[in-house]
């Protein structure tokens, strides 16, 4: 746990060192909740592509998430990740096995371990289990904990997927549009 609490805290001081060196400070939000003009309170759905790296292969993605984001500071949320991985079968014809996670995330803006604040950049966390399992890509129970990291339009999660019950885990990384 150690080592990953770690991974975790070098891969965010490595995204903080790369963003700019001229830092917005976030606009303070008024107190008044009774204006509704000021209320910043959503309920959204919204759908992305990706593409994650499994173990040694490249797929593509696609993830449709339901999350309440409160006053633009934070947001939590439901999802589903789907990988489309591809393989040659007996025929030498292409077969494509869709694997989906649902997962649950929270996302803050800023940075989210370190102290700088960016309101165009924000991170999170999240964890998943694997709903729709096809091929032989996990095997068991599989789960998946991750990192956000958000740059501008652009998503990306460095991940530890735990399959076959806990008995196997391997990193992967995922890049979100």
């Given amino acids: 746990m150690k080592k990953i609490v770690t ?3 070098i891969l965010n001081n490595l995204f903080a060192l790369a ?3 001229v830092i917005a400070k976030p606009k303070p939000i008024p107190l008044n909740l009774s204006d509704t003009s000021q209320k910043s309170i ?6 992305s592509i990706g593409m994650g790296l499994i173990r040694n292969i490249l797929s593509p993605q696609f993830n449709v998430e339901l999350h309440y984001t409160s006053k633009k500071l934070w947001q939590v949320g439901v999802n589903t990740s789907s990988y489309f991985l591809f393989k040659k079968d007996a025929s030498n ?6 694997n ?4 649950g995330e929270f996302k803050k803006q800023g940075a989210f371990i370190c102290n700088a604040k960016n309101p165009n950049n924000s991170g999170g966390l999240g964890v998943g289990y694997l709903l729709q399992k096809n091929g032989n890509y996990f095997k068991g129970n599989t789960f998946k904990i991750y990192y956000i990291k958000k740059l501008s339009d652009i998503e990306i999660l460095p991940e530890f997927i735990l399959t076959n019950n806990f008995k196997s885990i391997f990193p992967g990384v995922t890049i979100r549009f």
């Fill in 7 to 9: 991974l975790v805290l």
């Fill in 19 to 21: 963003q700019s060196d």
């Fill in 42 to 47: 959503s309920l959204g759905l919204t759908a």
């Fill in 93 to 98: 014809d292409y077969k494509t096995y869709l």
């Fill in 100 to 103: 989906t996670f649902i997962n």
